[in-house]
């Protein structure tokens, strides 16, 4: 099974909005919604900012969004901050017991 | 608050087999529902599954990883390990463990990751 698609860079500036993409198949992303959202800091374990495709664990910003269209999901970041730079992995159930993850987005505040 | 912490060698040598622990604190490995899992990152690049095991024992690997993989779990010791056998210098990554609520729901806490270097 191959990684799921991010796109390698995105950005943004300070209060703009920006979306991550995430694109399976029907065998994962789109047969599922068990779509998580990590944020990784360079040198720091990553840390969970959506599941469920669209739910945020207490503590996040709510400034943090997830949905998902067909076999597509996105993360969209809305009034940017410096403190999100960071790489961003999506992460899938596949079935049969398997999860798959996206192979990062870093995003760059401007 | 729950905490995880790998621990293991951090240098291996090629076709030998690497091997590394995490420990659970703050809560127990034996709640239902909770899975515990093993992820790695090689210098650069992104993340990949490698497997997750149940309490129970019940173990769920990567396809590409399974002929040389095991995971184990020791309930009484709160800890659950990771076995890679014949190991090449395509396993040197950061190896990370975490708990995933729900298998595939969301790993919501992970250790802090340790880096295993696969050289002679």
């Known amino acids: 099974q191959s990684a799921l698609t991010q796109p390698a860079s995105v950005s943004g500036s300070p209060g703009q909005s920006i979306t991550i993409s995430c694109t399976g198949t029907?065998?994962?992303?789109?047969?599922?919604?068990?779509v998580s959202w990590y944020q990784q800091h360079p040198g720091k374990a990553p840390k969970l900012i959506i599941y469920?495709?669209?739910k945020r664990p207490s503590g996040v910003s709510d400034r943090f969004s997830g949905s998902k269209s067909d076999n597509t999901a996105s993360l969209t970041i809305s009034g940017l901050q410096a403190a999100d730079e960071a790489d961003y992995y999506c992460?899938?159930?596949?079935?049969?017991?398997?999860?798959?993850f996206g192979g990062g987005t870093e995003l760059t505040v401007l | 608050q729950l905490q995880l912490q790998e621990s293991g060698p951090g240098l291996v040598k090629p076709s030998e087999t690497l091997s590394l622990t995490c420990t659970v604190s703050g809560g127990s490995i034996s709640s239902s529902n909770y899975y515990w899992g093993w992820i790695r990152q090689p210098p650069g690049k992104g993340l990949e599954w490698i497997g997750s095991i149940y309490y129970s024992g019940s173990t769920y690997l990567n396809s590409s990883l399974k002929s040389r993989v095991t995971i184990s779990v020791d309930t009484s010791k709160n800890q659950f390990s990771l076995r890679l056998s014949s190991v090449t210098a395509a396993d040197t990554a950061m190896y990370y463990c975490?708990?995933?609520?729900?298998?595939?729901?969301?790993?919501?806490?992970w250790g802090q990751g340790t880096l295993v270097t696969v050289s002679s």
């Open positions: 992460c899938s159930y596949a079935g049969s017991s398997t999860l798959l």
């Open positions: 469920d495709v669209s």
């Open positions: 975490a708990r995933d609520h729900g298998f595939g729901e969301q790993f919501d806490y």
């Open positions: 029907t065998s994962d992303v789109g047969g599922y919604n068990y």
